[in-house]
């Protein structure tokens, strides 16, 4: 292989199997959809179970000689509460570059085993994050990338039932926390998480087990196999960032509308990589911010779609865009002015030149349905 020929994970020959379309995704070939499609994937995830392999993410463990010191350190690269973290428990926060830009989104789990703590970063950015991290820990701490690891992720609101036929004990484990699980004899490590505002979970297992887990759970019939462009519809729906539409290292996690990521102890005692920015635009504002956009009609307004006032203005531009199934219509998110920021405020898309009426609103579209 060299060293444009895509990756594939360890589950690329059961999509094959499957008939999906593989595509190149973040430096790896990844089923985009199956033969029943995108809508039919999104639907039956969001009523069933839907079964996705992200192993495409980047899995690493930060470790030190206790968990006080990795917490301390790993406080200083984000802006979440890592020191109050229980074991298990799992927090979402972004990596700052020194102007308070986002480099990264990424999920972070307390291990059981002292001093250890379990980061899963964007495929797009892991070799990038892994080095970012790595060049600012202090002495006697490493970062140990889990590249022998495959990630699949089931997602719905029959997601439970489905795994707790093979782990009972599953249905106790609480949202945003982990643990340890056997499934169908398989060793896995299972957080309540994921990415498409349904109830799901994220397992992560040996490569060489990825097959026969992938195919015990796909051989439930309330579970189907969900590509890349559902999710990215499903996350849509959601209100959620995608690193590279919401969050680049020009935005901030105070624009994008991620304060309730920053613990409020993080907000006044700052510390962390960025956080002039953070607390100067906490205290003073933001010029910009994220939100959410319904076209009226049924155009779809895509990523670099201008944003404009009821004068022609430009305000803002289009991050993310598209059908959104379950909310029966065009749907988009992306940045406007501050003071155009409100719901209810009236806008214009302009696509292929053309000005088309919409509207700002709360976001997420759809409830989310995070089982809390």
């Known amino acids: 292989m060299t060293e444009t020929t895509p990756r594939r994970t360890s589950l690329y020959d059961e999509h094959v199997k499957l008939g999906a379309r593989m595509v190149p995704f973040a430096g790896y070939d990844m089923p985009v959809q199956y033969p029943s499609g995108i809508i039919a994937e999104h639907n039956w995830t969001r009523s069933n179970a839907g079964l996705f392999d992200v192993s495409h993410m980047g899995q690493c463990v930060i470790s030190g000689s206790d968990f006080q010191t990795v917490a301390k350190a790993m406080e200083r690269l984000v802006p979440a509460d890592v020191l109050g973290l229980a074991p298990r428990q799992q927090r979402y926060s972004q990596l700052l570059s020194d102007d308070g830009g986002t480099l990264d989104d990424l999920m972070i789990t307390r291990h059981e085993q002292d001093g250890l703590l379990y980061?899963?970063?964007?495929?797009?950015?892991?070799?990038?994050?892994?080095?970012?991290?790595?060049?600012?820990?202090?002495?006697?701490?490493?970062?140990?990338?889990?590249?022998?690891?495959?990630?699949?992720?089931?997602?719905?609101?029959?997601?439970?039932?489905?795994?707790?036929?093979?782990?009972?004990?599953?249905?106790?484990?609480?949202?945003m926390h982990s643990g340890d699980a056997l499934i169908g004899g398989i060793k896995a490590q299972?957080?309540?998480?994921?990415?498409?505002?349904?109830?799901?979970?994220?397992?992560?297992?040996?490569?060489?087990?990825?097959p026969r887990l992938w195919t015990l759970l796909l051989s439930d019939p309330l579970v189907k196999p969900v590509g890349l462009g559902a999710r990215d519809s499903l996350r849509l729906e959601a209100g959620l960032c995608l690193y590279g539409h919401e969050l680049d290292e020009t935005i901030s996690p105070v624009e994008a509308e991620l304060v309730w990521s920053i613990a409020k102890r993080r907000r006044t005692e700052g510390g962390f990589i960025g956080a002039d920015r953070v607390q100067r635009e906490l205290a003073g504002g933001v010029s910009r911010r994220r939100v959410g956009i319904r076209p009226e009609g049924?155009?779809?307004?895509?990523?670099?779609?201008?944003?404009?006032?009821?004068?022609?203005?430009?305000?803002?531009?289009?991050?993310?865009?598209?059908?959104g199934p379950?909310?029966?219509?065009?749907?988009?998110?992306?940045?406007?002015?501050?003071?155009?920021?409100?719901?209810g405020t009236r806008i214009n898309l302009i696509v292929r030149g053309q000005a088309l009426p919409a509207e700002i609103v709360k976001l997420p579209f759809i409830p989310n349905r995070f089982k809390r």
């Open 190 to 210: 299972v957080s309540r998480s994921g990415y498409t505002g349904e109830d799901g979970f994220e397992i992560s297992v040996a490569n060489a087990d990825a």
């Open 119 to 175: 980061v899963v970063v964007n495929a797009g950015r892991k070799e990038h994050d892994y080095d970012w991290i790595e060049a600012r820990l202090p002495r006697g701490m490493t970062l140990r990338p889990l590249d022998g690891l495959a990630l699949v992720a089931l997602q719905g609101p029959k997601a439970e039932a489905v795994l707790a036929k093979h782990v009972p004990q599953i249905t106790v484990l609480p949202f």
């Open 326 to 343: 379950t909310a029966g219509g065009p749907i988009a998110m992306g940045y406007v002015e501050a003071d155009a920021a409100s719901p």
């Open 298 to 323: 049924r155009a779809p307004a895509r990523e670099g779609a201008p944003i404009t006032d009821s004068a022609g203005r430009e305000i803002g531009k289009v991050t993310s865009g598209g059908f």
